[in-house]
């Protein structure tokens, strides 16, 4: 996760140290299926007998969202099909809510069981895109009504920020034929992901009593949503995360930070008040992170393309 501060993190508080990391709680799971049972459905796929499977989750967690990575394979992958099914066998017990992660073996019917039971379908594109050349039916998905979130699942494969992955669903939903507007592409990064992880009434709109998690464009005039898609370094004049002013442009006086606003190397924006969270001066910063990629140095980024 991204430090506690300048980032929300989401997880299960299940080690010591957690409460510290994890500012509230969601039942994260990357492998909702063991090694061994991915091995059982691939058995199944090829004719053998029918498994038995425990529960994909745990009763005990169902206070919380269960938010799991299921069906991330090509379409043609049986074993990746069979995964989604079981996956949303087990969400039609309605005891808890459920979301599915990335979702590139699914099809209209999924969609349809995930609309009438509440699922959330959650879109990589990009990373989809660099791990296996192919997508999810946005079509499909964007027809069927079910509620759609956007992410950018982790920087190796996938977008180094939510600017780069709206721009590339963007595209992708173009190239498909698929009308997303900004407003939509928006909602489905902000209250569709808020509600994905159970935390809609903390996060993901503007509304009077949620956390003032929020940030300030440079708008020009017409569709401020547009202005957020297209937005560039510059563009950014302010984020807060708590109330508390951490990014701040050079444009905007030093008063509105949440602390001393320093400058730092590839970004446009000044950091207000992070550095000294940490204890860090700017020098110590630059020798922390040398060799880092900066997130708005996307030459390094996969590409928003399928492979051929």
Not at 36 to 64: I, K, N, W
Not at 96 to 114: K, N, Q
Not at 127 to 133: F, M
Request: net charge negative.
């Amino acid at each position: 996760g991204g430090l506690p501060g300048v980032i929300r993190n989401i997880n299960r508080h299940s080690r010591a140290g957690d409460i510290d990391l994890y500012d509230y709680e969601a039942d994260v799971e990357v492998f909702p299926f063991s090694f061994e049972a991915v091995e059982d459905l691939r058995d199944e796929c090829a004719g053998g007998a029918a498994h038995r499977f425990p529960p994909p989750s745990d009763p005990e967690l169902a206070f919380m969202a269960y938010v799991a990575h299921v069906g991330e394979g090509r379409k043609s992958s049986c074993a990746a099909r069979a995964e989604v099914a079981r996956y949303l066998q087990r969400a039609q017990r309605r005891d808890r809510r459920y979301a599915l992660v990335h979702g590139v073996a699914t099809d209209r019917e999924d969609y349809a069981v995930m609309r009438e039971f509440d699922v959330t379908l959650v879109w990589s594109p990009r990373s989809n895109l660099a791990l296996y050349g192919e997508t999810l039916d946005i079509a499909g998905a964007v027809d069927s009504g079910v509620r759609v979130a956007l992410s950018t699942d982790w920087s190796p494969s996938g977008s180094f920020s939510m600017r780069e992955e709206l721009q590339c669903a963007s595209r992708v939903a173009s190239a498909a034929g698929v009308a997303l507007p900004a407003e939509k592409l928006w909602r489905m990064s902000t209250v569709n992901g808020a509600y994905a992880l159970g935390l809609e009434d903390r996060f993901g709109a503007v509304e009077p009593g949620l956390r003032a998690d929020l940030i300030l464009v440079a708008h020009a005039g017409g569709d401020p949503h547009d202005a957020v898609l297209t937005a560039t370094d510059d563009e950014l004049l302010a984020a807060w995360v708590d109330g508390r002013a951490i990014l701040l442009s050079e444009a905007l006086p030093k008063s509105l930070g949440a602390g001393e606003c320093v400058a730092l190397e590839g970004m446009a924006p000044r950091a207000c008040g992070v550095l000294a969270m940490f204890d860090l001066s700017p020098a110590a910063f630059a020798e922390h992170v040398e060799g880092a990629v900066p997130i708005n140095n996307t030459s390094r980024q996969a590409p928003c393309e399928a492979r051929h």
